[in-house]
């Protein structure tokens, strides 16, 4: 069992841990959720030493070993093979089969493995990190945010793969699906404490909101008997007769402790603007081809009719093409063949990762935000920057020194400050915390216009989908039906 003990951490005035404890009992899965910055990745570098707690003791096992997911890349052996194999133990140096097996299940080919880690993208990169932290078979295993860059083949293998795990577990993920279908039990960052629980997400959180509902009904109640007491007082101060047990109140109320209201939480909450469209077609593809050279076609002789209504969910393997279509829908990318045809009162909201990237860093928030939208008045610019939890003096913050999430959320924001009628969503939810995702489906759902998004959530795809485009074994389909239909129907298996 591994013992944690009045942690304490803040950096200058922030407060992130308030001595706070915590056991991890053994073969725990615990999935860790909270809001970006308040402490879940620093946790696991707590546990790893890479931080240093103010106050507090972490307890190990002896001869413990932690594994952990860095996002940080330093690859040293001319293959993705011998870099995998770095991740074995001493004793099974020689088992190569279980590098292969991992590597394999993490979309990588059998042709892959003598290639050199280099000429993979940053996304590869980092499941190879991952494939290095699963064959060195840690007793805890510390996952942050492993189903960024992961295909829905590859989310689905790991998932399987952590049902199985026989040690520890520390997971950080937005997805929720994915939490809740590996873990065991879920702990909460919430107000500088951490509150762990055997179930799910859901559980966890309707039981801290009933505390915390009960918390305020408390407070409100000894409030109103303080003031009754208060009013008591100032009437009988001056009878003599009841001067001792006025005396007793003053010294009995002294003494309480109404204990303090709870501050209220921020929380990303928000709608897009819809433009007014009456046409039933917002946009078709007919026939377009594309590829970057003429010997590597992704798209060929590929149709799709985007109507108002419509919720098109583009999946299937990494590399594919799916971010290339996206653009090409945005007009960032012009088809090789064919042509894409958008109606004359079509607007678009395109949020991509090239978006993410051309964000000046030298800007503030707010000026990002008047960027996108200049004849939009500075006072509705701030409001729409505190709606996306910048507020006060954070949509001063220059964009240089934000996270992954909050640069996702500053082009959000910059979607948001203009109607459309047409949303296309690359992978919105990478960097994005579990409430975030939250209120993302929320305004998708209630959005009047064209939706389609590239997306490996499964929630997401339940809940959204009402036609999918699936990118498999060098072929572009369209599949007219909800995701659930698609496991019925065509399914992974074979994919």
């Known amino acids: 069992m591994i013992r944690i003990q009045n942690l304490f951490l803040s950096f200058g005035e922030q407060l992130i841990f308030d001595h706070c404890d915590l056991d991890i009992k053994d073969r725990e899965r615990i999935g860790i959720v909270g ?3 308040t402490g879940k990745s620093t946790l696991l570098k707590i546990l790893t030493g ?5 106050e507090g003791n972490i307890e ?68 190879l990190n991952l494939a290095k932290v699963l064959v060195s078979e840690p007793n805890l295993l510390l996952l942050d945010e492993p189903t960024n860059y992961l295909d829905i083949s590859s989310i689905r293998w790991l998932k399987t793969f952590l049902k199985g795990w026989d040690g520890e577990l520390l997971l950080v993920t937005h997805d929720r699906d994915f939490m809740n279908s590996v873990t065991t039990h879920t702990m909460a960052i919430h107000r500088q404490k951490v509150k762990k629980i055997k179930g799910d997400t859901v559980k966890l959180y309707d039981q801290i909101a009933e505390e915390e509902a009960l918390y305020m009904a408390t407070v409100e109640n000894a409030a109103k008997k303080r003031q009754k007491t208060e009013e008591y007082i100032n009437r009988f101060r001056a009878k003599a007769s009841l001067a001792s047990l006025v005396q007793s109140k003053i010294k009995k109320l002294a003494k309480e402790d109404v204990g ?14 819809s433009a007014e469209f009456r046409a039933r077609h917002v946009m078709k593809a007919d026939n377009i081809s594309f590829g970057y050279t003429p010997e590597k076609q992704l798209i060929k002789n590929f149709s799709l009719t985007l109507s108002k209504e419509d919720r098109v969910c583009i999946i299937g393997k990494n590399g594919k093409g799916k971010s290339t279509l996206l653009s090409l829908l945005a007009d960032e990318l012009t088809p090789n063949e064919g042509e894409i045809w958008n109606h004359m009162h079509c607007k678009k909201g395109y949020f991509g990762q090239t978006n993410i990237e051309r964000l000046d860093p030298h800007l503030t928030v707010a000026d990002a935000m008047q960027e996108a939208s200049p004849e939009t008045p500075y006072g509705m610019i701030r409001k729409m920057c505190g709606a996306m939890m910048f507020s006060g003096d954070l949509a001063l913050k220059k964009i ?30 990478n960097h994005l915390d579990m409430e975030s995702c939250d209120a993302l489906i929320a305004a998708i759902d209630s959005f ?21 485009v699936v990118f498999d074994r060098d072929e572009v389909t369209v599949f007219d039906g909800s995701y659930a239909e698609f496991l019925k129907k065509v399914g992974w298996d074979n994919k």
């Open 35 to 37: 809001m970006n910055g």
């Open 50 to 54: 890479e931080i240093e707690p103010t």
């Open 60 to 127: 190990f096992p002896p001869d413990y070993r932690l594994g952990y997911l860095e996002q940080h890349l330093n690859f040293t052996e001319e293959t993705i093979l011998a870099e995998g194999c770095l991740g074995l133990r001493e004793e099974n140096q020689w088992d190569t089969w279980k590098v292969e097996k991992i590597l394999s299940g993490l979309g990588f080919s059998v042709e892959d493995f003598d290639k050199a880690p280099s000429e993979f993208s940053g996304g590869f990169q980092i499941r």
């Open 260 to 273: 303090k209201e709870l501050d209220m939480i921020k929380t990303l909450g928000f709608q897009f603007h």
């Open 400 to 429: 240089e020194v934000l996270s992954g999430g909050e640069k996702s959320r500053v082009s959000l924001g910059k979607i948001l400050l203009n109607p459309v009628n047409c949303l296309l969503l690359d992978e919105p939810t």
């Open 448 to 468: 009047d216009g064209a939706v389609a998004i590239v997306t490996h959530n499964e929630m997401f795809l339940h809940h959204l989908a009402t036609k999918l």
